[in-house]
């Protein structure tokens, strides 16, 4: 039998890390609240970068999250440079963003 901080690291890694749900929770509801704090995450990431966000437009929360799906959080910030780094990756920012990005990591 495990310990009670071993099933809420379980429980947690379940919820924002893609794991494997502890015995006993139900996987249909987990799943359900960590779609929702996905998308809790990429609102707090989008106002951390406007210009990424609406230079994505509809498709920021769906790129955000196939992103960060099994990526655990650091810190929102961490999480605004590391997405925008992927989307420049995959060439996913118009060009203008990739410019004003530029300008603002010069600052």
Known sequence: MTGLADRQAALVRALVASGEPPEGFDRDALG??????LRK??????????HVRAACGERFVVLFTAWAEGRPKVSTRADAAAFTAHLESIGELPAPTRRRLFSLRRN
Do not use: F, N, Q, T
Not at 32 to 37: G, R
């Open 41 to 50: 995450r990429s609102g707090e990431v989008g106002e951390c970068i406007p």
């Open 32 to 37: 359900i609240a960590s779609k929702a704090l």
